[in-house]
């Protein structure tokens, strides 16, 4: 029977499972059964997990050209000293809508994009643990950061750091609403957060495919998995902080108030806590790419697999413990400042050893120096020069000196962006074929890392010297005779040259969807499951669900993959099973199509809105959020499970 035979008949189709079904049938009945609506309800109704997630990448992506912009206007502003191209309010509410917007809207959302649309593919699945919860995640997360950028339009854009420390933040020395709107957008993106590792954590403990033991998961899987734990221990102290400062701010109460008994370093130990795990969201999903590209690129197993797996573990208990390395300034006991000078030095030895199993990968392999891989071999060197100068600054006698100056914005970006932008880039290049079928182009892919690697490197290595040279961040301006001039205008001047790289990329992207190589399923060659299914995926991401009993299953069984058969093709269902081995346990329906997660998104973010004008809202916002609740989980027929 060929697709275009088979009736859809819903009562015909009950209870039919996919077993001794050709393939043409069974993509037929499974596209009925997966499919998203048409038009403007599909859009807003959808639960596919690969759409969400390419909706996440590229609302980061655009935020990201928004933090950019901003950093630009900066560059310009200090390219000569005693400028006045922008004014000190205005450069304040610049560099921190840049800051927010790279920690809070652009990297952690690009990493959470990446993970909800490869965890299931690599583990064998159809779909995330809670598909409504993570549809729900993203219009949370894109209100946020909407919510603050059009504040930033209308001149009411956050501006007491990304950090927003109080008292400068709190209601003696806060502008009008700016604190409140950056204090609630911080509890929108980390709502949407938690969302995310919630469906993660779920997702790769209980649904992967039959025979994926966890040591033979792929890193990536192991990396996603840290990372979403991290998230779900470190989170919440910022959400409590951030409620605190605008209960502080609207309500009346003292939290951060020393004449009443509150606490100003309460507000950072509360905020780091957060703060520098954030850093380790970022970087530890951003090696399980460099692991990937790698095993791809050179044609051989990542070396060290337990031992790499082992090192993120230990860089994620590590993250939580390293949080007083940015208060070093405050007076703190000596003792205590010295358990985490330690502790921030401990952590480059599971980064170390990370290094080292990527060196010995590609010394026993052959590699192919395509785009991806260049990236990651320029991950490499900028996070290398990133974490010496990180284990400088846990030394707290050259923190003191080196502390709020160019040094540390120096460090930051060598860390963040060279430990994690340099390998989503490479991600990028590597999952496009999978995302959309198309290739993007060799010869600007080259062009666009040698911008990038050239321009970052120009930019943010000679900001160690202006640290060094006591030039202060976060100003708006300097005086003519500090002598910082001439290396501001160099820096200026080179921060149009990784900019000019985005603008390649970008170039590539619009080129490659338009007249792009196809790519077919797998152009690598590489060992993952993602791989094993069609390019760009189908909505049920596999016609028959693989068995694993391998850890580069595609190498092992390069021609077909064992599958596994019994699941129904008149409803959602996915494979729950054991955590340790994946053994099956049951067959687990899975949410079908809503519109209701993005109405409660809506009453969610209309009443965090509200509430920074009057702390009522909390309370009559909290109606139409419990209707749309009470509508996502409604209980809803589904068909009799007939054997």
């Not at 000190?88 to 809207?105: E, V």
């Not at 797998?522 to 094993?532: F, Q, R, V």
């Amino acid at each position: 029977m060929s697709a275009a035979e088979v009736e859809l008949n819903a009562e015909e189709l009950k209870g039919i499972r996919d077993t001794g079904l050709d393939d043409a049938t069974l993509h037929a009945y499974l596209s009925k059964t997966w499919k998203t609506p048409d038009g403007l309800y599909g859009w807003l109704a959808t639960v596919d997990h690969k759409r969400i997630a390419q909706r996440y990448v590229v609302t980061a992506f655009l935020f990201l050209i928004l933090a950019g912009i901003s950093a630009l206007v900066m560059r310009l502003q200090l390219a000569s000293p005693e400028a006045g191209r922008v004014g000190p309010d205005l450069y304040n509410q610049l560099f921190t809508m840049h800051g927010t917007t790279m920690m809070f809207l652009f990297a952690v959302p690009m990493m959470e994009g990446f993970a909800i649309y490869l965890v299931p593919l690599m583990i064998g699945s159809r779909n995330v643990a809670f598909p409504r919860l993570n549809a729900f995640s993203y219009w949370v997360y894109v209100s946020g950061g909407l919510m603050i950028w059009v504040a930033f339009a209308f001149n009411t854009g956050a501006d007491a750091g990304w950090f927003s420390y109080v008292p400068l933040a709190g209601p003696e020395y806060g502008t009008g609403k700016r604190p409140d709107f950056w204090a609630q957008m911080v509890t929108y993106t980390e709502v949407s957060a938690l969302a995310v590792a919630v469906e993660v954590i779920a997702t790769v403990f209980k649904q992967r495919a039959p025979g994926m033991t966890l040591d033979r998961m792929p890193i990536y899987v192991w990396s996603a998995l840290v990372m979403a734990f991290i998230i779900l221990f470190a989170m919440p102290a910022v959400m409590v902080s951030s409620t605190m400062l605008i209960l502080d701010r609207l309500v009346g109460t003292q939290f951060f108030n020393p004449a009443s008994g509150g606490d100003v370093l309460l507000w950072q130990h509360l905020f780091w806590f957060f703060g520098h795990p954030e850093v380790y969201i970022i970087f530890i999903p951003a090696t399980g790419f460099v692991s990937a590209i790698l095993s791809a690129f050179v044609r051989r197993p990542v070396f060290g697999y337990l031992g790499i797996v082992l090192s993120l573990i230990g860089i994620g208990l590590l993250s939580l413990g390293l949080w007083v390395h940015h208060m070093f300034a405050t007076g703190l006991p000596q003792l205590g400042e010295s358990f985490f000078t330690a502790s921030s030095m401990m952590i480059a030895i599971p980064s170390g050893i990370q290094i080292f199993c990527w060196i010995a990968t590609i010394w026993g392999g052959r590699p192919i120096l395509a785009t991806p891989l260049l990236f990651v071999l320029g991950f490499i060197v900028t996070f290398v020069i990133g974490g010496l100068t990180g284990v400088m600054v846990a030394s707290v006698p050259l923190d003191l000196q080196v502390h709020d100056t160019y040094f540390v914005v120096a460090h930051l970006h060598y860390v963040l962006v060279g430990g994690a932008v340099f390998p989503l880039l490479g991600a990028v290049y590597y999952w496009f074929p999978k995302i959309t079928g198309r290739m993007l182009g060799e010869q600007l892919g080259k062009w666009n890392f040698w911008l990038v690697f050239i321009g970052f490197n120009a930019t943010f290595f000679p900001m160690h010297i202006l640290g060094l040279q006591g030039m202060p961040r976060r100003v708006y301006t300097y005086p003519l005779e500090s002598g910082w001039g001439g290396t501001n205008l160099f820096v200026s001047l080179c921060s149009l040259v990784p900019a000019a790289g985005f603008g390649v990329l970008f170039l590539n992207v619009v080129l490659s969807l338009r007249r792009g190589r196809l790519a077919g399923d797998n152009p690598w060659g590489a060992s993952t499951l993602e791989w094993a299914t069609a390019s760009p995926p189908p909505s049920y991401n596999f016609p028959r669900i693989p068995v694993v009993d391998h850890r580069e299953p595609l190498w092992k069984d390069a021609e077909v993959l064992p599958v596994a058969e019994g699941l129904r093709i008149d409803a959602r269902e996915v494979i729950a099973g054991t955590v340790a081995d994946a053994v099956p346990q049951i067959r687990q329906p899975s949410a079908d199509n809503s519109i209701w997660p993005f109405l409660a998104a809506i009453a969610v973010g209309v009443a965090f809105l509200a509430s920074i004008y009057t702390p009522w809202a909390v309370v009559w916002g909290s109606l139409p959020v419990a209707v749309t609740f009470i509508g996502w989980f409604w209980p809803k027929a589904i068909p009799e499970d007939e054997e």
